[in-house]
């Protein structure tokens, strides 16, 4: 049983660097601790008080907006905890920048696969917002590889799910739910990633043609499209990398260089069937720069208030996909649904999530049909 | 109007048993548990399964759901009288759409029916159980099954793009789709794996991978299992992760040669199946490596499957490795448990003597590439007393798994057989937080009691109670 014996203004406060580049609340929070940050929740549910968890702040433009009470910053959770080089794993605290793993993880040629061109996220934003990187092709959606979870739930439990091994199926599958739940399952404090090995050799080459440069390789790491131009990504034995770059025929440049992502006043994705790319491109050029991902179905883009992204919309979800807001100025989501139409079920999200975060203190009303 | 005359209206009376024997047969799985059925019933499409929930909540009596019954946990067995829900109708492949890599298939469809189906589009479905002639998808979801070549595709949670379920009351949901990122909490991933407590799930988007344009299978040899499994940490370790990484031991191996005559080596302590696949550049080059890395660690052998036809044949060696068991004991009991993969020769070891403590014939044959133990024990049930030796001996397996920083189970499933073993690994927090999770969805408990959880999970005395509404 959590005791609750700390009021909100009890807790320390998050110091000048932590607070910086924070939205307004009536508490800016950084507990050093997982079972603080549990403490936290449990201080606010007891207050009634609405809870917005930041990492980097990076994906905070996703989902309804929302007048938080508290922010607590994972910016003190920030250790890897264990590195199993040998086993693939590792456990690793939510506040942890995304950048900085990978770079650690790097020394031993080994990659979370995380996403690559997010500087400033951390794992627990990343997991909590539902990010994947462009690797996903080959290593799958960020989902895939999250083996154990520890979360601080909305009223103050901390709740761990899964196990430090890279397969496993005992008990329900809490810990790979929390992918994209923006906390409704609790606070991100912990968790454990498989990781993968990263190849002797890899390239990027620029394509004509996007659709036959996916259809013609073997599960590539990406194929991609801006307005400037195509590129397939490819990593494997040297010998490997060099028939693919041959057989591609465009420009070779050893390593990955990966686009940078579409920046404007606001900026969206477009998801639709991953054969859909290429026709979802066109429906989208006109607004601005864009990032392409052929083969999953997800086109980034970046416009402004008059991009005619109500049309868009309408296009996507009539093909069985959506368009999703990630970031736009704030009075912007009073006239535009950032999720677009609810998703089914919402009802049954709503009673998975009260098992967690009984009164809603954790992003409340964030996510699709105001869960 | 009965219960089975109440099924009988909606599917048609051949399609419910009520027969003694045919109860009887539905009472148990592939493993060593048993319970009986009330009456089995078979529908054939969405609208009935929910109707036969209704039925059910109506009669007050819990569901079952079963596919092929090759599970080994007691998952598919009813532990108390009610329906038993046979999916083995629902085996129609919907679509295969070969440019998204995806199909709709029907919960009864075979696992390797659906990846025959798809091959002439050079498509497959990755989990590949050693059960996968026999076994569902329906199962495979409900289990998040694995199989040999989870070790580089993932287990059957990273296949499954989405799926209509039906859930207490007869409501049915469609969940996921083809285009990714569905925002929102993820109930597709809560749903694989939930072994048929949460609902019935009546269709499955899965989807589908690249038939590899290359394969190599390497047989490596050795003198110990420390030897083969230095190679397993080797291989891994040096930045390959194979399709596949399959290890057995000479008891095993002995009994598949004298049945099968795969060419495994019958005066092995233990054999390595390795197999990589991919374009030819990169098999060449990673299958150099493997081959490298066991001849470093000890290896006195290393062969490579010449064609096809003997790679199948090494692939039904390893996956018929249970009904070998066969000729030498009238039962075997076989276990599923995890470690991390640096753990894998001090537990091997420290297996072997349980079943010498015991005085069991302790044999392995196991998915080595990702740390998932298969020890085997054979005896015969007839004898008084074998019996609670096999019991104390897997309860020494497992505790012996999660100690070494382990899971419970890697694919099998939770079920009846780990459910009072699930506090090993979660605390009274974790597992209150759990039973959450099948009280969000099934808060009447209709929906296979009494598995994966043990009874009083369930803790009212953690967190806040859940607000009054939150069910309507």
Redesign the interface.
Known sequence: MVMRVRGLEDFPPADAPVRDGLPSADHHLAPDTAEEMAEVMAAASDAAAVVVPWGGGVHQGLGHRLYPDVIVSTRRLDRIIVWEPEDLTVVVESGVLVDELEAELSTRTQTAAFPETTPGATVGGVISAGVSGYRRPRYGPTRDRILQATVATGDGRLVTAGGRVVKNVSGYDIQRSVFGAHGALGVITSVCLKLWPRAAASATVAVDDPVAAWAGLHRPLAVLQTPTGSAAYVEGPAAQVDQDAARLGGDRRDGLHWPDPPRGEITAAVTVAPAMTAEAVGRITAIGPFVAQHGVGRIDVAGDRSSGWVEVRGWAESVGGRLTITSAPADFYDSFDPWGTAPPAVAVQARLVAGFDPLRTINRGRLPGGL | MGLPEDLAAVVGSDHVLTDGLERFLYGKDAGVFRGTATVVVMPATTGEVAEIVRIAERHEVPIVARGAGTGLAGGAVPLEAGVVVSTTRMNTIFSV?A???SAWVGPGVINLDLSRHTAPLGLHFAPDPSSQQACTIGGNVA??S?GPH?LAD??T??HILGMEVV?AGG?V???G???????????R??L???EGTLGIVTKVLVRLT?N??DVRTLLCVFDSVRAAAATV?GV??????PAALEMMDQRMTVLIENWLHAGFPVDAAAILLAEVT??T??V???AEVVERIAWECGATAVSTAADDAERALLWKARKSAFGAVAQTAPNYYLHDT?????RLVETLEEVYRIGERHGLVMMNVF?AG???LHPLMTFDASEPGTLDRVHAASAELVALSVDN??????????GVE?RDL?PL???D??L???A??????DPGGIFNPDK??PRGSRCY???????EG??I
């Not at chain 2, 995890?338 to 640096?342: D, G």
């Not at chain 2, 920083?405 to 939770?414: F, S, W």
Request: hydrophobic share 35%; aromatic share 4%.
């Open positions: 759409d440019a998204n890599r289990n998040n694995g989870c993932g287990s949670t990273d859930l409501t949901i469609t969940v789709g083809d285009a990714p990122d569905v925002p929102g909490v993820d109930l991933t809560i694989v794996g939930s690249p590899p344009p940490s891994i370790g040096a930045g390959i992760v991919g374009e550049p990169s060449t080059a990673e995890v470690v991390p993969r640096t998915h990702d740390g998932n920083g382990g899971a419970l189970t890697g694919e099998h499933g939770v780990k699930m690994m979660f605390s927090v974790d209150d937080a759990q959450r999770v099948k009280e969000s969805f994966l959880l005395d953690f967190g806040r109670p859940i607000p939150t069910w």
